[in-house]
């Protein structure tokens, strides 16, 4: 083999996150931890333009319960996995606030937020299950 080909990767040898990994146990507790509503996990494995294995989306009542999810999100996978988003978008509008584990998307919505941008209608054909109480 020349020194610019490279071997392929199959599929089957890459690991994929699951609705029972660390991560998104920790994540689904974290939220269900600060009363989120409404909260539902998007499986994106078999979509091809997904950015994500996972959406995780919830909602919040008001501005104050959702920054508190946010950092409670932030703080527990931190403190339990040693995991930091790679990127936290959203903050000063508080309405949408949306937590990147490469991964895992976590999006927090105001309902009305959340109603507008319609994420669940926009990845309709992906795998949904509710994590609610």
């Known amino acids: 083999m020349k020194a610019t080909e490279q071997t392929p990767i199959k599929k089957s040898s890459i690991t994929r996150l699951t609705r029972n990994s660390k991560l998104f146990k920790t994540i689904i507790a974290a939220i269900q931890d600060k009363k989120g509503e ?17 959406f995780i989306i919830c909602q919040a009542g008001n501005h104050v319960q959702l920054g508190a999810i946010v ?57 949904c299950k509710e994590h609610n109480d």
């Open 38 to 54: 409404h909260i539902v996990s998007m499986d994106l494995k078999k979509i091809d333009e997904a950015i994500a294995d996972y």
């Open 71 to 127: 950092d409670n999100i932030a703080e527990e996978t931190r403190k339990q996995l040693g995991e930091k988003p790679y990127r936290i978008e959203g903050k000063r509008g508080q309405n949408w606030i949306l937590i990147d584990y490469i991964s895992i998307v976590v999006h927090c919505f105001t309902p009305e937020a959340r109603d507008f941008y319609g994420i669940e209608e926009m990845w309709s054909d992906a795998d």
